[in-house]
């Protein structure tokens, strides 16, 4: 028996992530692990489920299962989030404006900017000295 699921894909920086969401009870896995195992910073697991929230969804209702690669804690905390956000507007499409209204779909574009010849790191120039 298939279980029909709903597919967003999150990215930021160098992190990537795979959110399917389903109805059920209330699961939340990440990388074969509980969410609250993976991600253990405070605040991170709130700002996760923002999108359930203001898509008016409960998560007791929601089971989300998220493979992500790549990148550090704060982006794949923010490609979790865009990933969710685009799964649950796949869902149930009426949740777009809200989505869109709140920041849930806007992916951050910024990464980390290239070094250049000559500096130290993108910006940094060598010490100057005078002698």
Request: net charge positive.
């Amino acid at each position: 028996m298939s279980v029909q699921y709903f597919e967003g894909i999150g990215r930021r920086k160098e992190a990537t992530a795979r959110v399917r969401v389903m109805s059920g009870s209330g699961k939340f896995v990440v990388n074969d692990k509980t969410a609250e195992d993976y991600f253990t910073r405070l605040g991170d697991l709130e700002s996760i489920l923002g999108p359930v929230s203001a898509a008016g969804q409960d998560r007791v209702n929601l089971d989300i299962t998220v493979l992500v690669k790549g990148g550090g804690v704060t982006g794949q905390t923010d490609a979790v989030k865009l990933g969710v956000a685009r799964a649950l507007v796949k869902m149930n499409g009426e949740n777009g404006p809200v989505m869109r209204k709140n920041g849930f779909l806007t992916r951050d574009a910024r990464v980390k900017e290239r070094k250049k010849p000559g500096l130290k790191r993108a910006r940094k120039a060598p010490t100057y000295t005078k002698r």
